[in-house]
């Protein structure tokens, strides 16, 4: 009976599944096999040197259109005295790439050259005149490709486990081969699991969950050099599942059972992994990853490879944990099979935006948004939920807060292993701040002019906070001032009293009440609120739009104890209209746009600007000056004013400089 163990450290995860490999003699390339020399070779991996079959060139080779000429016969020529050299037995013609006579050592280019005819006069017979006039001697081999300038038989072309890229196949085309032998590509096997799950495409009910899971995982398998098998989605039920990995195993080297997120989900895999072979590890000490399975099941009699296991992993459901899992498991095992080495993304030491808190216990993968802001490299943690796939794409990098900390504060230093190279980091923009709907569109927009956009969602106190701490280009702000109706003018010159900024407005914008579809509640205002049938759901803390609402709240002495799920709080307009769509609220405070986008309804209340704040030391910049220009960029402003209830006849106005 094997023994389950519960959330060991990745170290001893790792090593375990090495030495079941090693004993099962699987910790080697697995299988070679020789290929054409065409572009079908890119990107595998060589599993013995190259060496050179023949020189290249194999002959000493015209660099120029000329005459081939030998170097001594030129000697003493100059512009006053010329040598003259009759064809044929001093001086023959050649094109870029004709061998040499075997009596000449140099070329001398045709331009610098005249031609002659029987009576000495130059004519424009280039490749047969009856001789030359040369007015500048030549040394021995100029202008000439020697025999094995670039490569000489006999000598290392290539090293065995190396990753083939385009200039390598040239290379060992021109080194004399017409085939390779290469590590064959390892065949993965990638088995979705769970009643839940329905195929991309499907017409989705309640409780269904869209399986793309498997397409994500099979991608990076492709990437690392594998071959992916994805197999069709199969039901919570033991046997079956059972007979799927039994069958994957025969003609596979690696099974990743992919668990749905139903319960009992984990067991289901733990229980196949022991009744099929041997289970090596339940439970990784990883964030996020917990439920990581690790095991080694038999190939059956029918298979033809002579391995009699081969390994499983038990991928977690949600998509961020299956994608780390990958990562931290399976790309060193690809490697291993194909004999090249394993993927390192390069490391940057970045300052940590926000406090992280981790559990001590834990390996803790953190994936941020990275920026150079000034003279610092910034890391911004994004959403650690374990299905939120779309921190994926945002990412810049990954950094890892190691076992045994308990988290980082802001301010720190960290390292990330970067998705991105530094170009990119150099060309982003960062804003930090509160959220708004035309955010996208101005990526979208930046995007053509070689800049990037990323932002993290804090609230507008936030963002001038991020501002005031030099941790960020830009803060979207639209904080009321309840004293004068103003906005965001007395709130800078509060959290950043000595910085200089610029202030310009990007829209007006209507915020008014979400509501489902015919208002089943008949909300119609404020007052509506303190109804203890009617479920709000709040902006965080900080936020423009929560700020808006208790100056609101105040003006009608309603009291926030009055409100049920005033505490309850989302941190962007689309997460509120989320809430109200997916029936966990029946109301609550945003933009109409955000409505609109998930065909809710919207009760408009109040008209506000929407500024974006800038210090001046990056407004004067050369990396903010597309986004300047893209205010005036008239199909910009159009597809801001299609979002509904945005006005753009305040866009780029300047709302202060100091």
Not at 81 to 100: I, K
Not at 138 to 144: K, L
Not at 179 to 202: D, F, H, M, N, Q
Request: with cysteine.
């Amino acid at each position: 009976m094997s023994v389950y163990l519960h959330d060991i450290p990745l170290s001893q995860a790792q090593a375990r599944l090495r030495e079941a490999l090693q004993e099962a003699d699987l910790w080697r390339v697995l299988n070679v096999e020789e290929i054409p020399l065409d572009e079908n070779a890119l990107g595998r991996v060589t599993t013995e040197p190259i060496w050179a079959e023949i020189s290249s060139p194999h002959y000493h080779a015209s660099a120029m259109d000329g005459f081939a000429v030998r170097a001594v016969a030129t000697n003493g020529a100059m512009p006053s005295a010329p040598v003259t050299l009759f064809t044929g037995p001093e001086a023959q013609y050649v094109d870029t790439g004709d061998p040499l006579p075997e009596w000449a050592n140099a070329v001398i280019p045709i331009e610098n050259v005249e031609s002659l005819d029987e009576h000495d006069q130059i004519t424009t017979e280039i490749r047969k005149p009856k001789s030359i006039r040369v007015r500048a001697a030549v040394t021995p081999w100029s202008h000439v490709r020697p025999l094995g300038e670039d490569i000489v038989a006999t000598q290392l072309v290539l090293p065995a486990g190396h990753v083939l890229r385009p200039a390598d196949l040239g290379a060992i085309a021109a080194s004399g081969h017409q085939t390779i032998r290469v590590a064959c590509k390892p065949k993965v096997a990638i088995l979705p699991t769970g009643t839940e799950l329905v195929p991309i495409g499907s017409k989705l009910k309640s409780g269904d969950i869209l399986e793309y899971n498997s397409l994500v995982l099979a991608s990076q398998i492709k990437q690392m050099g594998g071959d992916p098998t994805r197999y069709p989605i199969t039901k919570d039920d033991f046997d079956l599942i059972c007979q799927r990995v039994a069958e994957a195993a025969q003609t596979h080297d690696l099974v990743l059972l992919n668990a749905g997120s139903s319960a009992g989900a984990e067991d289901f895999s733990s229980r196949v992994v022991e009744k099929l072979g041997t289970l090596l590890v339940h439970g990784v000490a990883v964030r996020p990853g917990h439920p990581v399975i690790l095991g080694m099941v038999d190939r059956g009699v029918t298979s033809q490879s002579p391995a009699r296991q081969i390994p499983i992993v038990g991928v977690p459901g949600y998509p961020v944990s299956a994608a780390l899992t990958i990562d931290i498991f399976v790309e060193s095992l690809i490697a291993r099979w194909l004999g090249r080495r394993p993927l390192e993304l390069p490391l940057e030491t970045a300052t940590l935006t926000r406090k992280l808190v981790s559990p001590a216990g834990d390996d803790d993968f953190v994936r941020v948004v990275v920026g150079k802001v000034g003279d610092k490299l910034l890391a911004a943690p994004l959403s650690r939920g374990a299905g939120v796939i779309t921190s994926l794409v945002q990412a810049d990098g990954l950094a890892l807060v190691p076992s045994g900390t308990q988290g980082m504060e802001a301010g720190e230093k960290i390292q990330v292993r970067m998705y991105r190279n530094r170009s990119e980091i150099d060309k982003t923009i960062l804003a930090i701040g509160s959220h708004d709907l035309t955010l996208d569109l101005i990526a979208q927009f930046l995007a053509e002019h070689d800049r990037r956009l990323a932002s993290a969602n804090v609230g507008s106190q936030g963002g001038l906070v991020a501002l005031r701490r030099g941790e960020a280009h830009i803060a979207g702000s639209h904080l009321l001032d309840p004293q004068d109706g103003t906005y965001n003018i007395s709130y800078i010159r509060q959290y950043m009293p000595s910085i200089p900024v610029k202030v310009v407005a990007l829209v007006g914008r209507d915020q008014g009440l979400i509501v489902k579809k015919g208002n089943p509640k008949g909300i119609k205002s404020l007052k509506d609120l303190t109804n203890p049938e009617i479920q709000f759901v709040n902006r965080q803390r900080g936020a423009g739009t929560r700020v808006l609402l208790d100056y609101h709240l105040n003006l009608m002495s309603i009291s926030k104890d009055s409100i049920a799920g005033y505490n309850q709080e989302e941190y962007t307009h689309l997460g509120i209209a989320s809430a109200v769509a997916s029936g966990r609220a029946d109301c609550g405070l945003g933009v109409a746009a955000a409505a609109q986008a998930l065909d809710l309804e919207f009760i408009s209340l109040f008209q506000e600007r929407y500024d974006l704040v800038i210090p001046k030391q990056f407004a004067d910049g050369e990396l903010l000056t597309p986004l300047f220009d893209l205010l005036m960029d008239a199909r910009f402003r159009e597809a801001v004013s299609k979002l509904k209830g945005y006005d753009v006849s305040v866009m780029g106005t300047l709302i202060l400089e100091d």
